[in-house]
């Protein structure tokens, strides 16, 4: 069984540039979610996709965006990066809601994103 | 949005002693979960609680949904090396939508 890759582990960047985030999904599993988590803080939630649609979105602002694909691998985009986008990326994913066990993430090691 | 407060914020205990942490919030969640977090890793989930006052078990772990909704514990028994780490509890409100609302994380330390 294939556990959840995240890429880049890290990468550096500079205030109004933008960056892609990847990830794949565990296999058998069909919905991806994207959290922020800063240093010292708890994951904050972005976004969830299922079936290639956006269908849940946290407290970020539409420069922040994704994709999912077929396979049910995932993008995060982030426009015009701040440095407060500092922080680790993770990309969890789960079965779908319809599951009957909603919260229980798989989660990737997470992408560390620099903005400076 | 809704506030997860973890106590304590760390810990630091013996090798063999139990721990216990909690989680309060000030809005219900229809489910409570327990994840930890070694460094360079992403959460793992450790329970999962679904029901208003239930208890569930995981090897030496106990953890509880509090029957107001608004809170949650952990517990650890006899506690090893590998424990090390930061526990981190998650709500969920609504179904539909993987949004967890993580807590602030309690670091804990085991001493050999």
């Known amino acids: 069984e294939t556990g959840v890759t995240q890429s880049p582990t890290h990468l550096i960047k500079t205030r109004g540039q933008q960056v892609t985030l990847r990830c794949s999904s565990q296999s058998g599993h069909n919905t991806v979610s994207w959290y922020q988590q800063a240093l010292g803080q708890g994951p904050q939630f972005i976004f969830q996709y299922y079936r290639e649609e956006e269908n849940g979105r946290g407290n970020f602002p539409p420069r922040f965006s994704g994709l999912q694909f077929p396979n049910y691998s995932s993008e995060l985009n982030v426009n015009a990066l701040e440095l407060d986008d500092s922080a680790l990326y993770l990309c969890?994913?789960?079965?779908?809601?319809?599951?009957?066990?909603?919260?229980?993430?798989?989660f990737g090691e997470g992408s560390r994103l620099t903005v400076l | 949005g809704q506030q997860l407060n973890q106590s304590p914020q760390s810990m630091f205990i013996q090798e063999g002693e139990d721990v216990s942490m909690n989680c309060t919030s000030s809005?219900?969640?229809?489910?409570w979960l327990w994840y930890k977090q070694d460094p360079g890793e992403g959460p793992v989930l450790l329970i999962a609680l679904y029901k208003a006052g239930e208890l569930t078990s995981n090897g030496r772990l106990t953890a509880q949904f509090g029957i107001t909704r608004k809170d949650s514990f952990l517990n650890i028994s006899a506690s090893i090396p590998s424990d090390v780490g930061i526990y981190f509890c998650?709500?969920?409100?609504?179904?539909?939508?993987?949004?967890?609302?993580f807590g602030t994380g309690t670091r804990l330390t085991v001493i050999p």
């Open positions: 998650a709500g969920l409100y609504q179904t539909g939508a993987n949004n967890l609302f």
């Open positions: 809005s219900i969640f229809n489910t």
């Open positions: 969890a994913s789960s079965l779908s809601f319809l599951s009957g066990r909603p919260g229980e993430l798989f």
